[in-house]
């Protein structure tokens, strides 16, 4: 005789049917429904993050707009933005990828107290900064005191300057992105070429620069958009001179006192630049397709 039957479980075309996840009016995650408790306050903080570009967009002048950005004074800006951003990126892609490789392939003491150091521009007002640079690097400064009697070299309120502000606030980016590329690499690679023969720094050049290259290029934009944006430690250190100091931050600041029209096409300029860099680096951030 036969035991009782078992009644079977209804099953779709890829097995038992398990439980539905809630709906929440869209609004789903990996692991089911959004919780309520979550998805109003994410939604607010969207509102705010959006809010101010979007009045941003509302406010611009789109009918004077190409007046705007034809003025000598938006391109005389802009020009000395780009160039100095440049510089200063070239800069910190001197200084630190190797600065980077120290902190990722090298033991010494005290590499956690450097790394921090490094990192610290990240979190100090940018006018601290413009500070320590002038103590540093101005004409009474450590440093500057010598660059000007010995080689009559003036840093402060001069081109040079806004570059070696910008890249003084930048490259702790670039170190950043490269140090965790370097840290992900195989290292294998390096020590396959030391076993043929190679020195340190051409496996550095020939086996790892080229497999960091992406974080490389990565850490150089972030960089270089840093520089573009930078404001604090530029007046500070620099000033704010039409034609020699004055990037694109300072002339909104001062445009915005006088015309206001003028100051938001400026400010268009720097949210277009800074959206084309989002875009660029969003799959490497999030991996999102």
Known sequence: MSGPRV???????????GPRAPRTGGFRSRGGGVPLPLLVPALFGLVFLLLPLLALLVRAPWRGLPHQLTSTEVWQALRLSLETATSATAVTLV??????????????PGRRIVRALVTLPLVLPPVVGGV????????NGIVGRWLDSAFGVTLPFTTAGVVVAEAFVAMPFLVISVEGTLRAA?????????TLGASRFT??????????????????????????????????FAGN?????????????????????????????????????????????TGAV
């Open 241 to 285: 001179f039409p034609g020699r100091t004055q990037t694109m931050p300072l002339a909104v600041y001062l445009a915005l006192q006088d015309d206001p029209e003028a100051a938001i096409a400026l400010s268009l300029v720097l949210l277009a630049v800074s959206v084309a860099v989002l875009a660029g680096l969003r799959d490497r951030w």
């Open 95 to 108: 200084l630190g990828v190797p600065l980077a490789w120290l902190l990722a392939r090298t033991a010494f």
């Open 203 to 236: 496996a550095f050049r020939r086996v790892t620069l080229p497999m960091i290259a992406p974080g490389v290029a990565a850490g150089a934009v972030l960089a270089w958009a840093r520089a573009l944006g930078e404001f604090g430690a530029t007046i500070t």
């Open 132 to 139: 320590a640079l002038l103590l540093a690097l101005g004409r």
């Open 7 to 17: 009644p079977r479980r209804p099953s779709g075309p890829s097995g038992p049917r």
């Open 186 to 194: 195989d290292v294998r690679y390096e020590e396959a070429a030391a």
